[in-house]
């Protein structure tokens, strides 16, 4: 069976300090990958999307950045982040030509 | 471009009550629509989905119907119970490149 994970769960940055959140996807090959960021009380927000290996969509300019150096790895970075980069996010995958979205557990940020 | 509109929160109702959480979409061509719940600390999940027009998706008790001539995918429920208790998310998948597009979301407490 499919799965996906991503970490860390909790993370408290001071503002200017780089992130880097990973996930991965097992189970499965060639997924489209995706990354969400939920601001407190506010809806989902798609940041970046992928279609395969080293393609990433950026859906709104942001201080953030997507890579996916594998197949099922999808990683998000920031080199400097901000008090506005709190968040949670949220990875997710998609088989081709379905539309089920899975989701991981989710990475809470918090930045200071 | 596409689009999706619910009803704002919190809803609150009392347990056995009846629920109706609104959504309208703009799309062009024939979007797949979405359900997703996210229970408290949680990432989201699936809740039911229709892929056409007048289809019914239904799952735990939830229904919604794919009306193309209002654009609507309403979600209802009979009899909410406290552990209905969440955040429903409506969407609708972009046909280019299989994306899925987020409504705001719409908190929904039930109290017993």
């Known amino acids: 069976s499919q799965t996906i994970h991503q970490w860390p769960a909790t993370l408290v940055q001071p503002v200017g300090s780089p992130l880097s959140l990973e996930c991965t996807v097992e189970?499965?090959?060639?997924?489209?990958l995706y990354w969400y960021r939920q601001a407190a009380g506010r809806g989902l927000q798609l940041l970046f999307y992928s279609v395969g290996i080293g393609q990433i969509s950026s859906e709104v300019p942001q201080n953030l950045s997507a890579s996916r150096p594998q197949d099922r790895q999808f990683i998000l970075s920031s080199k400097k982040l901000l008090l506005s980069d709190s968040g949670f996010y949220l990875c997710?995958?998609?088989?081709?030509?379905?539309?089920?979205?899975?989701f991981g557990e989710g990475s809470r940020l918090t930045v200071l | 471009g596409n689009s999706v509109t619910q009803m704002e929160g919190p809803v609150t109702l009392s347990e056995e009550a009846f629920l109706t959480i609104n959504c309208t979409y703009t799309a062009t061509g024939y979007p797949s629509l979405f359900w997703y719940v996210q229970y408290p600390g949680e990432g989201l999940q699936l809740l039911l989905k229709?892929?056409?027009?007048?289809d019914k998706g239904s799952n735990k008790g939830f229904e919604a119907t794919y009306r193309k001539e209002t654009t609507s995918f309403h979600l209802e429920k009979g009899s909410v119970q406290v552990s209905d208790s969440a955040v429903y998310f409506c969407?609708?998948?972009?046909?280019?490149?299989?994306?899925?597009?987020f409504g705001q979301g719409t908190e929904l407490s039930v109290k017993p």
């Open positions: 997710a995958w998609t088989g081709q030509g379905t539309g089920e979205l899975f």
């Open positions: 969407a609708l998948k972009d046909n280019q490149g299989g994306k899925l597009i």
């Open positions: 189970g499965t090959s060639n997924p489209n």
């Open positions: 229709a892929t056409k027009a007048d």
